[in-house]
Each structure stands twice: as C-alpha cells, then as structure tokens.
C-alpha cells in the first residue's frame, strides 16, 4: 500500500540582530519628514493618482508579501519525516518555495530558495521551472563551488533543458564564476542510474507549466533459477564465459511528484506503486 506524506518540516530562519548606529543630527526629523510625506502621497493620491504613488504601492505590496512569506516560513516546525526507513528533509511554503531532499540517498527534489540544507545533495531533480522550484539553483550550485564540492548532476523536463542552460550562462556572465554542472534532460520513459544500486525515472504529472515526477529504485541482481543449484566456482565460469547468470529487480520505491499531481499514480501506466511518495500541494 502506498503512503503518502506532505512535508512540513526545517526550523525557521535566524536572523541576526544587527547593532543600530546612532543618529546623526537632522537624521530622525529628516526620517519623519519621509514618512509624513508617504504618508500625505498615499492619502492624496487615489488609484492611479500619480507615478510616486505607484512606485510606494509597488514597494509596500513587495514589502507586505515578504512579510507573508517570513511568518509562513516561521511557522514551518522541524519534524523528522521517515518513509520506508528513508529519512526525508524538505520545506514548502506555497508559491514561495520547495524543496525535499532524501540525504541517504544523495538526492534533492526541486530547489526552493536554495536551501543551506539541500547543497550536500550530489543529484537534484527539477520537476518544472516555477521560481518557487527552481529559483535556487545558481546559488545552489555555487554553493557547492564555495565548499568544494564536486559538480552537481541536475535532472530536468527536457523541454526546459535549454532554457535553464540559458539561465545558468546568465549568471556566469553577470557573477564571473564557472557555476560547474552537469545537466541531464531526462526524458519520459528514460532511466537514469545514480549509482550501481539506485536508478530514477520520470513519470509524468500535469500542472499548468510543463513538469514531470520522478520515482527512485533500488536496484538489486538475483541469481537465476536455473543457476541457483550450482556451485560459486561454477557460477564465476558461467559469467567469465560471457552467460548473464542473474537479472535485475527493483524495489523500495521512492516518488517525487510536482504540485497537487498525485493523482498520476492512478495511470494504468505506472504498473509499478511506489511504496511511498511525496507530493508538494499548496498552502502546506
């Protein structure tokens, strides 16, 4: 039976106190001066009552959405989440930002703001290009040059594979740093080994931009049955002569789905249930 978990989890920002400077002279009456006249502009003009007027409007809306963002993000509590015995990381705060990661498995779904939590995370998976999910990923990857980690691998939709590409080359230019990766457009039905026990894949999900889910494999060989009587020594003859003496099973299924998608797993398609699965929803 599948399991489903909604993440709610890393402890809020600190934020350090910062030593306030005493006024010089004039200081103070000049700040009351610029909240008196803010205040009078918001008062006399009305909509569209003028382009000063628009621009504190802009500013305060800007302001008050930050705000928002940091009270949400403050309310997020540090719970330990644990699936099939896989340890599991993540925040999500709706529209803002998402992201998850498994630590034992060396990977990191979607990447949020870039989160300090996420940078260790060798394999990062991109399930669409909203900046709530992706945003992140210059910093994240110039994180990881700072500590001297080794390039990352990024999974993404293939059909954003040129325009994150594009992102990326951006903000070489405009920062002067090498922001090393390699980055993978893996495709629907296409499967990717992350190491000699441990492959991803796609599965396909539906949002309003194009995206994508990813399920994790563990991989193990299994002798076959007609081997199974046989000796070692025998069985090393059989394979140094070039006989494929076992095969290839999956198991402890781990799913990654974009937002509000789980219902993808009702797909006559995906034969295969993950075992248990993480999905990002709004307002969370």
């Known amino acids: ?35 008196s006249k803010k205040a009078a502009a918001s008062t006399v003009s009305g909509p569209g009552g003028g382009a000063g007027s628009g621009l504190l409007s802009v500013l305060d809306r800007a302001l008050t959405d930050e705000e928002e963002y940091r009270r949400a993000r403050a309310q997020v509590q540090r719970k330990g989440v644990e699936a099939e015995g896989y340890a599991v990381e993540g925040i999500s705060v709706g529209g803002h930002e998402t ?3 498994v630590p034992s498995l060396n990977v990191a779904f979607d990447i949020g703001r870039g989160p300090l ?16 999910h992706i945003g992140g990923l210059p910093m994240y990857i110039a994180t990881r040059g700072l500590y001297n980690l080794k390039p990352p691998t990024v999974f993404v939709p293939p059909c954003i594979r040129d325009d994150v590409e594009e992102m990326l080359q951006i903000h070489r230019r405009m920062s002067r740093i090498d922001l090393e990766v390699e980055l993978v457009a893996l495709d629907l039905g296409e499967t990717y080994e992350i190491r000699n026990d441990l492959v991803a894949r796609p599965l396909q999900t539906h949002h309003t931009v194009p995206s994508q889910g990813y399920v994790i494999y563990s991989v193990r060989r299994k002798l076959k049955k007609q081997y199974a009587h046989l000796k070692g020594s025998q069985i090393v003859k059989l394979k140094q ?8 099973c999956t198991l402890n299924q781990k799913c990654f789905l974009c937002c509000n998608s789980l219902y993808v797993l009702l797909d006559y398609r995906y034969h295969t249930v993950p075992r248990s699965c993480f999905y990002r929803r709004y307002n969370i």
């Open 1 to 35: 039976m599948a399991t489903t978990t909604s993440l709610f989890s890393l402890a809020p920002l600190r934020l350090t106190r910062r030593r306030l400077l005493s006024p010089t002279p004039g200081t103070a009456s000049r700040f009351r001066t610029l909240a």
């Open 241 to 248: 002569s070039g006989s494929e003496v076992s095969f290839c």
């Open 99 to 101: 992201c998850v990661t």
């Open 117 to 132: 939590f996420a940078v260790r995370q060798d394999h990062l998976f991109i399930t669409h290009a909203h900046l709530d």
